[in-house]
């Protein structure tokens, strides 16, 4: 696994009464595992091979605010709920929608982001513009994860609710699917429209976005049950949004940042 180590001692990016609100950590060490394969959320930049996205400077400014040494690991999407349920990692993050069958396995942060989700196609593809002109295709093939949302949404809200339709072709991670899309492999990609955006204003001869969103999710980082992390992670959650800081990460990102250029 690819290890890298962020030591954070100063309370940085809060106001004096904040700081004070918030708990102190001392310093302890907090093992962040995610997945690096959904930009802009976290992913490896073309440019520099280095590990970026939001959810890298939201859980920076996180340690900072909370006075912990932050640690980020590696993993494929379908070991990660299992292995912070195990206890393996403190934390989870990558887009992890909150549902309530994973609060079974693991407890989650309050929600940092909420996204809508939509059809990633081919930019010039015109056979179809929602789930229900798709799914009346006979050979159309849409690519998903097997266990995220995308991949229930495709199989009930697109297609007739059998989860081994062979219409649905699964990769281990977003990336394969999104490559696959721009072969031709698959013809959609359900995606949040952070995620979605991200590929669209890096590759707008190559993807779009289409049709109506395919309803809303909110995003939140995963422990292990029974954490006392997050009660400080919310703390500083909560305190970001106060102080506008989860807006400058959304402008940065989500508006400023091209992916690719």
Known sequence: MIRSILT????????????????????????????????????????????????????????KRLNFTLVIENSSWDAM?????EGQYDVGMTGITIRDDRKEKVDFSDPYMRSEMFMLVRSAEDRFIDGASFAA????????Q????????????????????????????????????????????????????????ANPDTFKLTGEAMGTEDF????????????PINA????????GTIDALNTKWFLDYKLGG
């Open 81 to 85: 709920i299992p292995a912070v349920s």
């Open 220 to 231: 939140g980082f995963i422990f292990p049950k029974g954490s006392d992390l997050v009660a």
């Open 137 to 144: 295709m006979e050979d159309g093939l849409v690519g998903a």
């Open 8 to 63: 954070a001692t100063a309370i940085l990016g809060a106001t004096a009464l904040q700081a004070a609100d918030l708990p102190d950590l001392g310093g302890q060490e907090v093992v962040v595992v995610t997945e690096n394969a959904y930009p802009p959320l976290q992913f490896v930049d073309p440019k520099t091979g280095d590990a970026i996205g939001w959810e890298y400077d939201a859980m920076e400014e996180i340690a």
């Open 146 to 201: 097997p266990g995220t949302t995308p991949f229930y949404v495709a199989v009930y809200n697109m297609l007739d609710g059998n989860e081994a339709n062979p219409r649905i072709k699964l990769f281990e991670t977003f990336g394969a699917s999104v490559q696959a899309l721009r072969a031709g492999d698959v013809d959609v990609v359900l995606t949040d429209g952070t995620a979605g955006q991200g590929y669209v204003t």
């Open 236 to 243: 500083a959650i909560a305190s970001m949004k106060e102080d």
